[in-house]
């Protein structure tokens, strides 16, 4: 991973008080949430979405369209 490549997830929380789980508003990186809740998140997987670095690897949907034809070269 380069230095200015970031990965933010959105994450699961265990509400200590009632057992449930609950899905974040927001992503974080895995150390700002292992900071604000300790060790009783995970990461929801297939929600990652990475900032900085090679700019094609900007997210899911950039790595989809990127594989998609030019406009106006869709063969019918």
Do not use: C
Not at 42 to 59: A, F, H, Y
């Amino acid at each position: 991973m380069t230095p200015d490549r970031i990965e933010l997830w959105f994450w699961e929380l265990k509400d200590e008080l009632t057992g449930k789980w609950r899905r974040t508003r927001y992503r974080m990186t895995e150390e700002d949430a292992r900071t604000r809740h300790g060790d009783n998140g995970r990461k929801i997987e297939g929600t990652l979405q990475v900032r900085g670095g090679d700019p094609r690897g900007l997210s899911t949907g950039a790595r989809i369209m990127e594989n998609l034809p030019p406009a106006g070269k869709v063969k019918r």
